[in-house]
């Protein structure tokens, strides 16, 4: 199964070269920008991990006179668990949920001379997360924790509206971090 996954994900990149977005000028996530995104991973000892979010971009600003950021509000939501309770009875699941303010730079304004970077773009975010933990090991922190919220990650954009996104983070009270790959679009 990991070898089919990375022959696939080695397929997506390939053709991502051969299909690349033009993207002019402008960065690749601008004000007024709607994005929606999946996402997959593997969980915690090859659970069960999926999110999905959104996100507006609300504005811009510049860093020197060439480097443009831009900021956004997005909200993200995923589940992950796993089962060991064949083997230990032990079972584990998390549901969060946050919103959050992000930061969004896109490459070709910051390195113009390589080609290939002007469709990745690089973004990280913070805001307010509740995670709604379920374990059987330690039954005392089952519930919602309130916390805050942390995500990173990439786009790169296979056409002008769609990008492979590979994102990482962090919701509530410690127990619902991931690293995640999917697909995102932008409206």
Not at 64 to 74: K, M, Q, V
Request: charged content about 10%.
């Amino acid at each position: 199964m990991k070898k089919i996954f990375i022959i696939l994900l080695a397929l997506i990149c390939a053709s991502g070269l051969a299909f690349a977005a033009d993207t002019g000028n402008q960065s690749l996530f601008a004000p007024g920008n709607i994005t929606a995104q999946v996402n997959l991973g593997s969980g915690f000892l090859w659970g069960l991990d999926i999110s999905g979010g959104a996100e507006y971009g609300l504005g811009s600003f510049k860093i020197t006179d060439s480097i443009p950021l831009t900021y956004g509000a997005a909200a993200r939501v995923g589940y992950s668990s796993w089962n060991l309770a064949g083997y230990s009875g032990y079972t584990y699941s998390d549901f969060a949920i946050g919103a959050l303010g992000t930061v969004h730079l896109s490459w070709k304004h910051v390195l113009p001379d390589l080609k290939w970077i002007a469709k990745v773009e690089s973004y990280v975010g913070l805001g307010l997360g509740v995670n709604f933990h379920n374990e059987t090991w330690d039954t005392s922190t089952n519930g919602p924790r309130f916390a805050f919220s942390v995500i990173e990650g990439n786009n790169w954009y296979i056409t002008p509206k769609i990008a492979i996104n590979l994102e990482g983070g962090y919701f509530g009270y410690g127990y619902s971090g991931y690293g995640r790959i999917g697909v995102l679009y932008k409206f």
